[in-house]
């Protein structure tokens, strides 16, 4: 039997329809009114766009590149809005282009970016040493096309453009590369693909992979090729697991593709198993590829009898873009078979003398006469066809031509002078019922052997995992002792890469922390899943991996809400672009609980000095004078401020007398908010009596009657559509004034939870509202980068400033005698604005994110502290800087 005739395939398909010969080309514009794109985001906005608006403004991106560039790639910048990537992709073909989605945004010095010259490219922001070569707008998002100043790439544009795209690898074939793909590479895939999966216009496919990872691009061309929709969401929601996964499920999604590794990172089994593999689910295919597929029975396991789903894998390699093989898996079927080839595409296997096989185990390669893509500085003629690309992987090839995948070549390390395989100890673990997937590391520098697994139960208690640990411990003892690990670590989920990949690197790491095992309570576990959950790299910076300001206080709030500790340094060593490794230092050093500083602190402060100390600030606060003297008011906000009038008479307090022993603290009442509390609570009085209210990620805002006892006591709670992490601002009447996620500030009552007025903003509202000087305006800020000042009995907008492109998370601070209020932004700005028109007085910077509320001081100078430590003082008429000190 000739090696090649069983490891050749021919498309089935038939049609006598032309071949694309470019990638724009497999769209299917005959039904312009169908959805080609259907986008969500967090704040359950969708918007879709017709076939007929897609042409219309990919064919307006087409004539603006026509005109202007003769470049033959075109950079797309990561800060471009995913709605925009689809148009951006086709008009740069249909102008004889070829695009590069960037991984990061292109350098101010220069035109190299991931190994190509770019000289134009699109982005949201203008940037360093370009020209604005035009603004246009694409399904109303406002993008800029730029040209770097000085610059004259070498790849310039003449005649035909064979190239559809170029991509850098992610490395797991070995170093990174660039590579340039061409048309007739992709286009073969697309139609194998949609003759596979039977794909109609019915069909809904999500965008989820990574726009730097080349599966992006069969995702959206393969989709807009049978006339289906596109299932594209903002990057906010791809960071918010849950809501993504009902998204996906509320919005019919029949197609998904991904790894094996970001499909069980992103949601858990039980999440799987009740949304997308339930009874309800429209789900219908489900494409792993990437890595090794996992086992079978894990998949069948989750899935309802009921549900249609079905699974396949694929193989490939971007070096010969995109996919080389496919495989429908059923329970009983080889989680390592490769499957058939695809069209164009040819296998070989190799022995060690690279001599071709029929039989036995080989390291593959794949080839093909017309799928050529061109690697770093390769030039098409002097290419040999048929052209050949080592794949890295060791496959068995049986005798009825049948390849499975039987680990990387570069699996095969030597320990101890033997030579053992890493994937033959990750396939005996996985025999386990219990492991979920897992994976080897070997160390050369000192021998060691680590085996990570992750488990396909919820993990509620610490016994529960010291006996995981033990039965896998007990089977791996069946191997020899060659293959007897130093360490075992049950972790809940793999870190991956920005394509979806176990991220090696950092598993390197784990293996390197004092004590190897991790237990559930272990900081440096607990943060690396958190990490993990929000940032999908782990072998950079924070800030390269694609962190922000508010993902940085996400993680931060998680992980002290989780281990009961302050970290006060995280967040501005985040900002600073650490590396996980370096930022899991610091959280395993940081052992001290707050709570014991504060025990500790009243401990040697005697009752007396803490009275004094109160009172001190309790006299230091202006009075709130009020006509109505039966509606008394008490409440407190988040930094502590107090504002109070007749506090020692409401329900008989005597601020004289110590309350009891200093240090000493009993549970009096609860309330269940479902979710966590970011807020700090609101503490007013009202007809003599005092009340507590908080809102919660749930949702829910608890209020409730304190000092109250037997029939007296009293709470309510009132439930808003989404997240709650401002404090509640108390007007009369027991009417509540707070902002949401979902972008609106409502006034509501906090007894019946009817809805008094409530007003939209552009974005989540995270920061504190706070009343003007005569209590009839209110000031907050947004996540749109705009300051409101709306009247406060009916929420009619006075005025909305934005003073900086940055959200607003800190709360306000309103100055009486000079008419402002001041606040600062997520980009370090400090401004302060006039109460009366929001004209700004004047803006300063400081050089991170500011969360807190400033602070105004007895000298008349406001005091402002950003994430990093750094602690200014403006003046407060004019913002002359003071003085300025680092509390780090």
């Not at 879709?48 to 403004?57: F, H, M, R, S």
């Not at 998204?247 to 970001?262: D, E, G, Y």
């Not at 509620?460 to 690990?485: A, C, F, G, R, W």
Request: with cysteine.
């Amino acid at each position: 039997m000739d090696p090649l005739e069983v490891k050749r395939y021919k498309s089935n398909d038939t049609s006598k329809s032309p071949s694309p010969k470019v990638l724009s080309d497999v769209i299917n514009w005959l039904k312009p009114a169908n959805i080609a794109i259907e986008y969500h985001d967090l704040l359950e906005n969708s918007i879709e766009i017709t076939y007929n608006a897609l042409y219309k403004v990919s064919k307006r991106i087409e004539r603006l590149l026509e005109d202007c560039c003769e470049s033959m790639f075109i950079g797309i910048s990561p800060d471009v809005p995913s709605i925009c990537i689809p148009a951006l992709m086709i008009g740069i073909n249909l102008s004889n282009n070829a695009f590069v989605c960037l991984q990061s945004v292109p350098l101010d010095t220069g035109v190299s970016n991931d190994g190509l010259e770019i000289e134009y490219f699109f982005a949201k922001k203008p940037m360093k040493n370009t020209n604005v070569i035009k603004e246009l707008h694409i399904h109303d998002e406002s993008l800029l096309f730029l040209k770097f100043r000085q610059c004259s790439p070498k790849s310039t544009l003449e005649g035909n453009n064979i190239y559809a795209y170029a991509v850098t690898t992610s490395g797991s074939t070995g170093d990174p590369v660039v590579v340039r793909v061409s048309h007739a590479s992709i286009i073969p895939n697309i139609a194998d693909l949609s003759r596979i999966f039977e794909l109609s216009s019915e069909d809904k496919v999500a965008q989820f992979i990574p726009l730097t990872f080349d599966p992006c691009v069969i995702e959206i061309f393969m989709t807009l090729s049978c006339g289906g929709t596109l299932f594209v969401t903002s990057s906010d929601m791809k960071n918010d697991p849950q809501k993504l996964l009902a998204s996906v499920l509320a919005s019919n999604v029949t197609i998904m593709q991904s790894t094996p590794s970001l499909l069980m990172h992103r949601w858990s089994f039980h999440d799987l198993k009740s949304t997308i593999f339930g009874e309800q689910s429209y789900l219908r295919i489900l494409v792993l590829g990437g890595e090794s597929f996992p086992s079978p029975g894990i998949l069948f396991n989750w899935k309802h009898s009921y549900n249609k789903c079905r699974f396949f894998n694929i193989y490939g390699i971007t070096e010969v873009s995109c996919w080389a093989s496919i495989n429908e898996i059923f329970p009983t079927s080889h989680p390592r078979d490769l499957g058939q080839i695809l069209s164009e595409t040819m296998f070989e296997v190799r022995n060690e003398n690279d001599t071709i096989i029929s039989e036995g185990e080989g390291q593959l390669y794949v080839g093909s006469n017309s799928r050529i893509c061109l690697i770093n500085t390769e030039k098409m003629e002097e290419m040999k066809l048929p052209v050949f690309r080592d794949t890295g992987d060791l496959v068995l090839l049986d005798k009825s031509g049948k390849i499975f995948l039987n680990g990387r070549k570069n699996r095969r390390v030597k320990r101890f002078g033997h030579r053992i395989n890493l994937q033959q100890l990750e396939n005996h673990v996985n025999q386990l019922d219990i492991v979920g997937n897992s994976h080897a590391i070997f160390l050369p520098k000192n021998q060691t052997l680590h085996i990570f697994f992750t488990s396909r139960h919820e993990i509620n208690e610490e016994s529960d995992d010291q006996k995981l640990t033990t039965d896998v411990l007990q089977h791996v003892k069946k191997l020899s002792s060659i293959y007897q690990p130093n360490k075992i670590h049950l972790i809940k989920s793999f870190p991956v890469t920005t394509n979806g990949k176990i991220c090696i690197d950092s598993l390197r790491r784990i293996c390197s922390i004092p004590g190897g095992k991790f237990d559930i309570a272990d900081n440096a576990k607990i943060f690396h899943a958190i990490w993990s959950n929000y940032v999908t790299t782990h072998d950079s910076g924070f800030v390269e991996s694609g962190g922000t300001s508010v993902i940085a206080l996400q993680i931060a709030n998680e992980m002290s809400e989780r281990t009961g500790n302050e970290y006060p340094e995280l967040i501005g060593r985040m900002l600073r672009n650490e590396t996980l490794e370096s930022c899991t230092v610091y959280v395993s050093q940081a052992k001290l609980n707050v709570m014991d500083k504060i025990v500790e602190s009243g401990k040697s402060e005697s009752s007396k000095e803490a009275l004094n100390s109160s009172k001190n600030i309790l006299n230091s606060v202006n009075t709130i004078q009020k006509s109505d003297e039966e509606n008394i008011w008490l409440w407190q906000k988040c930094r502590g401020k107090i504002i109070f009038n007749n506090f020692e008479d409401s329900e008989n307090i005597d601020i004289s007398k110590p309350p009891g022993k200093t240090g000493k603290f009993s549970r009096k009442k609860s309330c269940n908010l479902s979710k966590c509390v970011d807020a700090s609570p609101t503490i007013f009085c009202y007809g003599g009596k005092i009340y507590a209210t908080v809102g919660s990620h749930s949702g829910i805002i608890c209020t409730i009657r304190l000092r109250a006892e037997g029939s007296e006591e009293k709470s309510w709670t009132v439930q808003l559509p989404d997240r709650i992490e401002a404090s509640i601002l108390i007007e009369n009447y027991f009417r509540g004034i707070v902002g949401c996620y979902d972008g609106f500030l409502y006034c509501i009552d906090l007894t019946s939870g009817e809805i008094m007025w409530k007003l939209q903003t552009g974005d989540t509202i995270k920061c504190s509202a706070v009343f003007c000087s005569e209590r009839k305006n209110i000031f907050f800020g947004s996540y749109d980068h705009h300051v409101y000042c709306v009247l406060s009995k009916d929420g009619t907008t006075i005025w909305k400033a934005k003073p900086s492109n940055a959200s607003i998370s800190a709360t306000p601070i309103v100055h009486e005698t000079a008419n402002s209020v001041l606040l600062g932004t997520l980009d370090g700005t400090c401004v302060s604005l006039n109460q009366t028109t929001g004209k700004i007085l004047w803006i300063r910077h400081l050089k991170h994110p500011i969360f807190s509320a400033p602070v105004i001081s007895h000298n008349q100078s406001i005091i402002f502290c950003d994430v990093s430590g750094v602690v200014a003082a403006f003046d407060l008429k004019d913002g002359k800087q003071v003085r300025t000190m680092n509390s780090q």
